[in-house]
């Protein structure tokens, strides 16, 4: 199966974890890679990752950076490396030199151009620090006492209904909501 697993992937043009590893990546427990993450596979022995770190999909860590090789006939490097607790969203980008540390939230479509301290929340591009992590979550906090919150028989693991996929829909038409 391991091999299956591996020969689709490169047959899109991407590594699996388990074989980035084998070239020199580190990871930690819990690493949780959604679909189309790309980890610099040309330098990804410079990649270094804590536990319980989720990339989201689309996310690229990047340990090189071309833009520099037709003017100076050099491409720069750096490493990266992530704490542990981060989350990092759909479509950002980080880029080489970077150290994210741990307890951190970087918000979708982000670029990562620089270190972002521990227990922060970063998003933008360039990604900026809004606010800690624990103002983050104590604002996440109040807001989920006033919104609907969902069990896992709302999720396609749960096997949803057509009547709750309804009633989620509904309930969610004049803002978000939280699910298990």
């Not at 479509?91 to 939230?105: K, Q």
């Not at 906090?141 to 069990?151: A, E, G, N, W």
């Amino acid at each position: 199966m391991n091999f299956l697993k591996e020969f689709v992937y490169r047959l899109r043009g991407e590594y699996t974890t388990e074989k980035l590893v084998k070239m020199g990546m580190k990871i930690g427990k819990d690493f949780g890679r959604l679909n189309g993450v790309i980890l610099d596979p040309s330098h990804c022995w410079l990649i270094e990752i804590g536990n319980n770190v989720t990339m989201a999909p689309r996310v690229h860590i990047l340990c090189h950076d071309a833009s520099t090789k037709n003017f100076l006939g050099y491409t720069k490097i750096g490493r990266v490396s992530i704490g542990d607790n981060v989350f990092i969203g759909a479509e950002t980008v980080v880029l080489p030199g970077v150290h994210i540390g741990s307890n951190v939230v970087i918000g979708a479509n982000s670029t990562v151009t620089h270190d972002i301290p521990d227990n922060s929340v970063a998003f933008g591009s360039p990604a900026k620090v809004y606010s800690s992590l624990d103002q983050y979550v104590e604002k996440e906090k109040k807001r989920m006492s006033k919104s609907p919150q969902y069990d896992k028989s709302y999720t396609l693991g749960g096997n949803i209904t057509m009547e709750l996929k309804m009633k989620q829909k509904e309930d969610l038409k004049k803002g978000i909501g939280y699910i298990v």
